[in-house]
């Protein structure tokens, strides 16, 4: 529970013969992370002349590429069925969402696999690609025509065809914008040019320009062009279009209903072959991801002309079972080498942490931090007690701790189905919301103030001495309390690590000190209390407290008095579990204020009025409340106790593991 799974390395010889189905056995049974001794190797040149690194198989490529293919086809057949899907589609698929469907495969070797996924392939794509072809001729057709629809728009005061705009055999024609100011000024530079040209101008309609078209020779057409130029010219290609303006529009607006038709019809035929084939696609796409990883992960072996060796962490605990799959997979005709981690060369030896169920949801928050090191102390479990009980005191409302567990079984029953993620933040929420619940009931949080200012009742959950609004000092002492046991705790974690790996200095200086020193505080506490104890008990603090300063300098040098603010600072930072525990109850009961006054004060709307506030007004309360709740009961411990004590790994664990969301083995 307090600490990653232990890890072994091991090395595994067997025959070039038997390495395919060796790496295939492992792969299904996911106990192994395989190390890259590819490079390593060659720093040894005693083993550097012995074995040489080994390469991926000749299949990866065409199975890399078979995947792009794959991923291509399931994305256009996944779009398509999620295609017209509403806010309630999107809900649901939240609250119920579909579930996997699980294909039977057979085992078979690479070049067979290949030959099969080519011929699936070669199905769906007999089907989608006319689909793909018709819809990218439909969208080629559409630009077209709202090309021209938008030719035909500006020049919809041409009251002529506009193929005659077009360029002849022995004439040019520019059309275009220009300002109308200018147009005087235009025609007049542009008739000293050549008598061989006509102009002729339109207004627009959508601004003050006016569209120029100027015919003349081929051999003048370069002159006009830098003439017009000079003038903010707008150049406008006509193109190949026929007809006027007016027919144009109307025809492309006809053309592109008809194209919506056709649209839909070939999408429900995509519907159609994605309904048949999506199943088939993913479970294809799982297979290639699956068989390419195999065929890849030779890349991290070494070989001799004969044998290949690969090396990998298991967990102790299934060393064996590794041992008895590679000896079956194999035919016995392999070697298999153990390797222990030994001293405190451990920081690249990948994490798996072993918490059980209450806590291993938790392991998410963690992470999200850093992974742990090996060998160093795991604070899920502490993370697992403390983040939903800081999470209730920030919230401190039953309501609102209600919906949040709500929310939390609705994702475990829903989305955390299908993804761990999801499973994991469900039952985060539901403890975290369990416990504003049980401190909301207590501590008289209800929707705020409800009970007594609108229902008219008191809740006889609440205890007295800790009523939120009433009894705040007694609030922040349990606040101050929680906060100064917790920092002792990553205190005592703190030094576990540091002298488990012989930082004797460090443990003193960054975390004995400090029970030196609150020994000190407590002795002269009681001596200034307890006339018994008296000057006997000060002057024992006095020396504990000095001692506890001599240590922190002697540790971490004179900077080190600094420490002393550092941790005040850590244990007095718990008192914002009283700031929000206050802020929670005080907005709502404002909310609740505000919904009375508009009941009372406006007549015959007021009612209404006052629903609306207070259903917002407390949804609002609730969204800034839990965002408020979750950051600072993750911030207590990322800050102020993992400070203590986290020593951060390299990595996790990483399974070298076959999927089997979509496929499962005959």
């Known amino acids: 529970m307090f600490k990653t799974a232990r890890m072994r390395k091991i090395r595994i010889v067997t025959l070039e013969k038997y390495v395919a189905p060796t790496v295939d056995a492992l792969h299904e049974s996911g106990l192994i992370q395989v190390s890259d001794i590819s490079e390593s190797i060659q720093q040894d040149p005693e083993l550097a002349e012995l074995v040489t690194p080994s390469k991926a198989t000749p299949y990866t490529g065409k199975l890399s590429s078979l995947l792009m293919k794959t991923n291509g086809i399931s994305e256009l057949l996944g779009n398509s ?55 990218s001729a439909l969208d080629t057709e559409t630009s077209e025509l709202q090309s021209n629809k938008s030719l035909a728009n500006r020049l919809s005061n ?13 004439t040019s ?21 050549t008598d061989e040209l006509e102009v002729f101008t339109v207004p627009m309609d959508d601004d003050d320009g006016e569209i ?147 806590a291993k949801p938790f392991e998410y928050l963690v992470d999200m931090y850093a992974p742990v090191r090996y060998n160093a102390i795991d604070p899920t479990i502490f993370v697992a007690i403390t983040f939903p009980f800081f999470f209730g005191f920030c919230l401190t409302d039953a309501v609102y701790g209600l919906v949040v567990a709500a929310i939390g079984v609705v994702l475990l029953k829903g989305l955390g189905k299908v993804k761990e993620s999801m499973h994991s933040f469900g039952w ?61 705790i990553g205190f005592i974690l703190g030094a576990i690590n540091n002298l488990r790996y012989g930082r004797t200095k460090e443990a003193l200086g960054s975390q004995i000190c400090w029970f030196v020193f609150e020994a000190g505080l407590v002795f002269l506490v009681l001596g200034f209390m307890m006339p018994a104890i008296g000057m006997i008990g000060m002057a024992l603090g006095a020396v504990l407290i000095i001692a506890a300063i001599g240590i922190l300098i002697w540790a971490n040098g004179a900077f080190g008095l600094m420490d002393i603010f550092g941790f005040l600072g850590d244990v007095l930072s718990f008192a914002r579990l009283l700031a929000l525990c206050l802020a929670t109850g005080g907005i709502a009961m404002t909310v609740n204020i505000l919904a009375q006054m508009l009941d009372q004060m406006v007549p015959f709307a007021g009612i209404v009025l006052a629903v609306i506030v207070f259903v917002f007004g ?11 709740a979750f950051i600072n009961a993750l911030r207590l411990n990322y800050v102020e106790f993992f400070a203590q004590f986290f020593e951060e790994g390299k990595g996790k664990f990483d399974a070298f593991k076959a999927k089997r969301t979509f496929t499962k083995i005959k």
């Open 428 to 488: 985060i929420l539901i403890w975290s919301g369990l416990w504003a619940v049980i401190l909301g009931l207590i501590t008289n949080g209800f929707i705020g103030d409800f009970p007594e200012r609108i229902a008219g009742f008191r809740l006889p959950t609440v205890f007295a001495p800790v009523e939120a609004f009433k009894h705040p000092e007694t609030i922040l002492i349990i606040a101050i309390a929680v906060g100064l046991i917790y920092v002792n």
């Open 212 to 358: 120029i078209t100027v015919v003349t020779l081929k051999e003048f057409s370069d002159d006009v062009y830098s003439t017009l130029r000079k003038y903010d010219f707008e150049k406008i290609e006509v193109g190949d279009v026929e007809g006027t303006p007016q027919h144009i529009i109307s025809k492309a607006d006809s053309r592109l209903l008809t194209i919506e038709s056709e649209r839909d019809a070939v999408k429900k035929d995509l519907k159609a072959v994605a309904e048949q084939w999506d199943d088939e696609i993913l479970a294809l796409k799982e297979q290639l991801e699956n068989e390419k990883e195999k065929n890849e992960i030779l890349s991290s072996f070494v070989q001799t002309n004969d044998a290949y060796v690969l090396e990998a962490w298991v967990p102790v605990k299934d060393t064996e079972k590794v041992e008895q799959i590679v000896e079956k997979s194999s035919d016995g005709h392999c070697a298999f080498e153990t390797i222990e981690v030994e001293g405190t060369d451990d920081e690249n030896v990948p994490i798996l942490q072993q918490n059980g169920w209450y």
């Open 618 to 628: 407390h949804i609002a309360n609730f969204a800034f409340q839990v965002l408020g």
């Open 158 to 170: 041409f009251d002529m065809d506009l193929a005659l705009l077009k360029d002849s055999k022995y």
């Open 173 to 193: 024609t520019t059309v275009g914008r220009i300002n109308a100011e200018s147009a005087s000024e235009i025609k007049n530079e542009l008739s000293n040019l």
């Open 81 to 135: 069925l999620s295609e017209g899907h509403g806010l309630k589609d999107t809900l649901m698929s939240f609250i119920s969402p579909d579930m996997p469907v699980q294909k039977e495969i057979e085992k078979v070797d690479t070049p067979t696999f290949i030959k099969q996924a080519e011929d699936t392939l070669a199905q769906v794509e007999s089907k989608t690609s006319v689909i793909e072809e018709k819809l």
